[in-house]
């Protein structure tokens, strides 16, 4: 029984800071450079979500692509698309929007409702600029 | 002694549908959607096949990239490119054509003759359109 | 009054072949090669669309993108999208789908509904392959 | 006397908003859909500027890309990236934030710095998201 | 009767250096920086060649893209990959190699060939970096 | 306390040779092809490198991306860049310029100064083409 990867990816643009309520403007921007900018900034992001399966005899899917991305669309990516990730984000609230703590927490929207699909949740990869990019495999 | 993955892409361009021929045509639609369209469709596939290994102390290589592509093109790209994946090549007879599905398929037609090469076929990747892709390890 | 361009993006995956029936399957071969594979081929074709004007002095706009697409899904991609294109694609009947005539094809189907969103269609680029594309000019 | 066109690439990531101040948020939205979400949104902007002119017999440059490249981020790109382009930016005040606006702005910004280097400022090339770009050639 | 412009893309990979026989190593290094390394570097090249025509009623193409991929690698890739521009290439003795300089000289070995296919050459793109490309139109 | 994968992109231009002094120029030929070019060749590097590790509960970092950029520039990508890598690396004396090679030995550059910064680095992977990539994990 073969298992396979495999990946969908959505995207979504949103703006959002590196800066701590708790320091002052000086120490933010020491630690976070440019990203502190009080104003925003923001970026397009690329998602990747890799489920993990054993494909179907019936249809040959380890999970149905269509579904999946569904499930990125209402839980993710709708969210976060043309949003503020520090201001509008149900899911990110109290949370430092960091690319790292950002795929964890999207991880966490995902994991149920992607596991219900019969699949695994594998990795969820994190692109915030064409030079960096985080990945999370739930560990 | 370090071990390296080394990665090489082809590309083919293919037709198919999804399309069981036991089910009706609504059946069909209904789970495959507008892939199911009986006049088929088609993609640019890019294929990424890992090998891994120890690069020789001789030349520096885990594999002779040269003959890896060889091997690519003779036992999988040039069976698929510009064919009908369900009509045409051998190797897909009686096997649905889902990404998955063909991911693994190929990784039947290199697992041999890769290995023969001196490295071991670790990963065959393939893409099906930017937003979609398949991973399978040979597990 | 600055003229500006601006350009949207589409995809599509379409089945088709280079093959002509008043000639023998070795003429289409030889003309055509691989491209005349009687068993059909595809690819996933980007298509960016490129319209002329005046930014708006209320919007900023040339042209309101969203309708754009609109446009484009509506009259081109929507029923290319997963079809064969010499079987299924009413504004190909008669037409043989070379990438050059696919480009003029759609031309024609854009060029009244985006004139009338206020801009001036100026380009149809079609991509077929990471390495061929065309673009037509409307002359 | 050969003429020939050089590009160079540099990027930013900012943040901005579609929406005028002196319409309601109903009607802001009615417009401008999800872009005039009130607490912004932001992207990674692609910023391509073309140069036209003969290249200099004795060092085969139309014009240094290294001295090109300073000019971008000294006029351009250091005053937008990490920013917010509707609040921060001096050379967008009081002009509204769409593409094509920009990319007009970002032509002013170049066309004295560029043209002094020798060469003739041709084109200037903004892209928002991989599905949307402007082209401003200064007419 | 349309004309169309259709572009093909090869690829290849060289060495060269910017440095004038005749001037001192601290004038390069002024002149050329890190591209005067005497030691030589190199780039993937990009190579993309547009041909204007009018499509063909017998077979649809402005030009068959096999053989002008052919003149491409005969007359210039083939020279080019893997070489030394500055050393191994007929058509670049005595020209510097800027990417302009190479692209009029690519422009001379194709303009013949390919206009006796039935286009006409257009355009040659010559992209040296992600963020550098020149374009010659012939004029 | 989740762990996270991070990488961080930088790219240099280089040339090299694929040619064994002590073997002679038909055999390295017949072993290298066409990468045994005496007059050397060269290629765009992109260099991806990954660090594991915990996100700070203070910054929401794994590691400063800016940190590892400067790392990453210093120690390799500065003695690069528009070198040859046969000739002007330091840590590449007396090693064979495979991109297997090179991969181990940017790994030895990059181990301990990267960890120092507090996460563990975990791949290096260096894409010589399109067609082309290595990876290499530290095993």
Redesign the interface.
């Known amino acids: 029984m ?10 979504f ?4 800071k ?1 800066s701590r309520p708790d320091w002052s403007a000086e120490k933010n921007y020491a ?5 502190s ?1 009080p ?6 992001y690329d998602l990747w979500v ?1 489920v993990k399966g054993i ?1 179907s005899t019936e ?4 999970i149905d ?2 579904d999946l991305g569904k499930i990125m669309k209402a839980r993710v990516v709708d969210k976060l ?4 990730i520090d ?2 984000v149900d899911f990110m609230k109290g949370i ?6 950002l ?2 927490a999207i991880w966490k929207e995902l994991e149920a409702p992607v596991n219900e699909l019969g699949g695994r949740l594998f990795c969820v990869k994190l692109q915030e ?11």
């Open positions: 073969p298992t396979v990867h495999i990946t969908r990816r959505e995207r643009s949103a703006a959002h590196l630690t976070f450079g440019k990203c900018n104003n925003w900034h923001g970026h397009n890799t494909p249809t040959g899917f380890v692509l269509s698309d043309h949003k503020n201001l509008d430092y929007s960091s690319t790292e703590n795929a964890i600029t064409e030079n960096n990019h985080v990945e999370y495999y739930g560990e």
